[in-house]
């Protein structure tokens, strides 16, 4: 592998929550940062500027993963910028809590279009154009192992990329790429705690046996051991990251 000075990632969905906690821990391990972001473009702007006022290297780029021309676009100004991408963790993702049966037909499509389709979309990408010795992450969910209610449409979106996980790491066979998932536990960001009473979010933090909700920063170090050299033979599997709650 490349010294991490020269290596670039792409980080989708990293303006906020646990993306923008990737970004700052890749970067500030010497990795040169593109920050995707599909509407927020004043946080990732701020991260950016953070990240280069502590002597990193960051580029923000807009871009809806759900769409593959704009994924293509993402990774030209990766190839422009800096002159190819070493590692893609795939972060962007959306979750709306409801029963199946009151599930719509478009909040349905929303769920797959962004979760699985944009996984899809940043992975066939990276076949394409990923160097050679690179890092990919993709991110499920430990609620698959819980099969809480409510969770059916995003349960059904994860354990398809955990699927294609498994298949793309042995699809990339020859290129010294690994294809990897973290699949987090309860993390305290505002994907997790939109919606959720006091009462609610006191549970969850109870449930893991280390008795609390994991942070952003619990997950990106996950994600940075993934994508370091130390982690070299680790390659198809899916980590979870929740304290022990499954």
Do not use: C
């Not at 010497?30 to 960051?58: C, F, H, M, P």
């Not at 590692?87 to 962004?114: K, M, P, W």
């Amino acid at each position: 592998m490349q010294e991490q000075t020269n290596r670039v990632a792409i980080v989708t969905g990293a303006s906020r929550g646990i993306g923008a906690a990737i970004a700052e821990r890749l970067a500030a391990d010497g990795l040169t940062v593109v920050i995707n972001y599909a509407g927020d473009v004043a946080s990732a702007e701020k991260l950016a500027r953070s990240i280069e006022q502590k002597g990193g290297r960051a580029l923000t780029a807009r871009a809806d993963v759900s769409d593959p021309e704009a994924v293509a676009r993402l990774f030209d100004a990766a190839e422009a910028a800096f002159g190819g991408v070493d590692v893609l963790v795939n972060n962007a993702g959306i979750l709306q809590v409801a029963a199946l049966a009151d599930t719509s037909d478009a909040e349905f499509d929303r769920h797959f279009a962004i979760n699985t389709r944009g996984t899809f979309n940043t992975l066939r990408e990276a076949a394409r154009r990923m160097r050679k010795g690179g890092r990919i992450v993709n991110f499920s969910s430990t609620t698959l192992a819980l099969n809480l209610p409510g969770y059916a449409v995003y349960n059904a979106t994860k354990a398809a990329v955990e699927a294609m996980t498994h298949v793309f790491a042995k699809e990339l066979r020859g290129r010294d790429i690994t294809v990897n998932a973290v699949a987090p536990g309860p993390v305290a960001t505002d994907l997790f705690l939109s919606g959720k009473s006091d009462e609610l979010v006191a549970q969850f933090a109870r449930m893991p046996p280390l008795e609390r909700l994991g942070q952003p920063d619990d997950i990106a170090n996950v994600v940075a051991f993934l994508v370091g050299s130390g982690a070299g033979w680790i390659n198809g599997q899916v980590l979870r990251a929740n304290g022990g709650l499954a």
